[in-house]
T-cell receptor, first 117, second 113 residues
Framework: AQSVTQLGSHVSVSEGALVLLRCNYS??????LFWYVQYPNQGLQLLLK??????LVKGINGFEAEFKKSETSFHLTKPSAHMSDAAEYFC???????????????FGKGTKLSVIP | EPEVTQTPSHQVTQMGQEVILRCVPI?????FYWYRQILGQKVEFLVS????????KSEIFDDQFSVERPDGSNFTLKIRSTKLEDSAMYFC???????????FGPGTRLTVT
């Protein structure tokens, strides 16, 4: 079974500072990895996804993530934090390769990002 | 942009009562899911549904839970006799035939008293 670990349940950054949210996964099958964002009182919105190909993936709102197989990591970054980035961020991995039909997502525990003015 | 909708946004019920949580997935999607998030914990998979039957279910999805697609648009989760520990946010999701992205609804917060 997949295991997704997010280091840091709460991260605070100053507005304009670098955002780094960490995610590590364990898997014996080629991974497909996702970052979701949850704004207060809203559902989960896909930020970006890694399937195959380029290991640096760009998503919405200026976020990007780099898939590093050697480190089993998929850390999320943004060069300059904005107040509107304050939300909870979830890393997720599927139990089976997408394209094979339905699959369940395994989520990390989430990291709450606070942006200090 | 098409989106997954869920009703109600918040449901309060007494222990032992039945509840039905409703979802309208994106219209051309084929795979449907329910997840839950107990306050302060991670999002957990409950069940997936395809072609009018359950594809996969987790250990959490016991005999108290059932899912149904009663018509061409709705997808429901029923809890027959709610327990205090069923209090959580319940998310519905759907994906297309390729399954690379699951689209989530805004969730239903279930409070069991």
């Amino acid at each position: 079974a997949q295991s997704v670990t997010q280091l840091g349940s709460h991260v605070s950054v100053s507005e304009g500072a670098l955002v780094l949210l960490r995610c590590n996964y364990s898997s014996s099958v080629p991974p497909y990895l996702f970052w979701y964002v949850q704004y207060p009182n809203q559902g989960l919105q896909l930020l970006l996804k890694y399937t195959t190909g380029a290991t640096l993936v760009k998503g919405i709102n200026g976020f990007e993530a780099e898939f590093k197989k050697s480190e089993t990591s998929f850390h999320l970054t943004k060069p300059s934090a904005h107040m509107s980035d304050a939300a909870e961020y979830f890393c997720a991995a599927p139990e089976a390769a997408p394209g094979a039909g339905s699959y369940q997502l395994t989520f990390g525990k989430g990291t709450k990002l606070s942006v200090i003015p | 942009e098409p989106e997954v909708t869920q009703t109600p946004s918040h449901q309060v019920t007494q222990m032992g009562q039945e509840v039905i949580l409703r979802c309208v997935p994106i219209s051309n999607h084929l795979y449907f899911y329910w997840y839950r998030q107990i306050l302060g914990q991670k999002v957990e998979f409950l069940v997936s549904f395809y072609n009018n039957e359950i594809s996969e279910k987790s250990e959490i999805f016991d005999d108290q839970f059932s899912v149904e697609r009663p018509d061409g648009s709705n997808f429901t989760l029923k809890i027959r006799s709610t327990k205090l520990e069923d209090s959580a946010m319940y998310f519905c999701a759907s994906s297309d035939e390729w399954g690379y992205e699951q689209y989530f609804g805004p969730g239903t917060r279930l409070t069991v008293t």
